[in-house]
């Protein structure tokens, strides 16, 4: 069955997808893609901002809108559930610089960390069994992933202020990784020096600074979406191979002890196991148990007909073997 063919995501379970993809996308280390992926919505997701960036060329015929309308159907409420989660999360978790929030404290942070190591760790299998017939080429391709997310994440971090027009590349750059389960846009904000200055502006109302930002992102979407639409349906078992890699790679930049918790007081790096191990390990249980509940989350919205991947590779013949 094709995307188009399809029943609609009703509104309520886009919001709720959003609320869950804007809490990851808040976190450094861990990505709004991830989410989608667990939850069963990646490819549909991927396929509607494509729909969105080609509205010029589709607004000539009647199909077309229809496609549009239907990509805004899940993109609209999807939208404000990650903007909504996003403000919230990064208020709790980063909060203002008199009062930090819970991911900056290294009373709270090694248990933060210690959940959402647990959730990635866990939902490595998502990817994985979206390919067919794994072969040594996949785990080949995973094993490249997983050292090139793991090198990114250890990138130093800088800490000088951005200029203003930097703002937007780093908005462009953080879209591109965000779409990519496993690698975090905000980290990479992290790594630019740039998250502080835009969570601190949505908190603040800071309009320059996001407006700029925001330019970043739009220009991100329109010219890295059409490209991972072209892997998922050309190339989808290779894919899905790399992204189960990164996400592996990214397990570093979650490591629950680290030499500090703030960005802006110098590199994170990761340290020996620390207090409060039982705590920790209690909460990367818990991450666990939340993809099983992703799971379950994932089989209502499947319930929709919608099929678990763009195009089937092997119906297809698509599926490009290593």
Request: net charge neutral.
């Amino acid at each position: 069955m094709s995307e188009s063919s399809s029943r609609q995501m009703p509104p309520h379970l886009s919001l709720a997808s959003g609320l869950l993809m804007g809490g990851a996308d808040a976190v450094p280390g861990i990505s709004g893609g991830t989410i989608a992926l667990i939850i069963g919505i990646y490819d549909r997701f991927i396929h509607a901002l494509s729909t969105v960036v080609k509205a010029p060329i589709l607004l000539g015929s009647a199909d077309g809108r229809r496609d549009i309308a239907r990509a805004l159907w899940l993109l609209v409420p999807l939208g404000i559930g990650l903007v909504a989660a996003y403000y919230l999360v990064t208020k709790l978790l980063v909060g203002p610089a008199e009062d930090p929030g819970i991911l900056l404290r290294s009373s709270t942070a090694p248990i933060c960390y210690g959940f959402f190591f647990g959730l990635v760790l866990v939902s490595l299998r998502e990817p994985w069994r979206r390919i067919s017939t794994p072969t040594a080429g996949h785990i080949a391709l995973a094993l490249i992933g997983c050292a090139g997310a793991a090198l990114f994440v250890g990138l130093p971090y800088r800490q000088a202020e951005p200029a203003l027009w930097m703002l937007a590349l780093g908005g462009a750059g953080a879209i591109a990784v965000m779409l990519l389960p496993g690698v975090s846009g905000s980290l990479l904000l992290v790594i630019l020096g740039h998250y502080a200055t835009v969570a601190g502006a949505i908190h603040d109302r800071n309009l320059d600074v996001i407006a700029v930002f925001a330019l970043g992102l739009v220009g991100g979407v329109v010219t890295f979406v059409p490209f991972l639409r072209f892997l998922l349906h050309k190339y989808h078992d290779l894919t899905m191979a790399a992204l189960t890699g990164l996400m592996a790679g990214s397990l570093r930049a979650l490591w629950p002890y680290k030499s500090n918790y703030s960005p802006k007081a110098g590199p994170m790096d990761n340290m020996g196991i620390g207090d409060d191990l039982v705590f920790v390990i209690l909460a990367a249980v818990a991450g666990g148990c939340v993809v099983w509940l992703l799971a379950r989350f994932e089989r209502r919205i499947l319930s929709l007909d919608e099929p678990d991947r763009v195009l089937d590779p092997a119906a297809a013949g698509a599926d490009q073997r290593i």
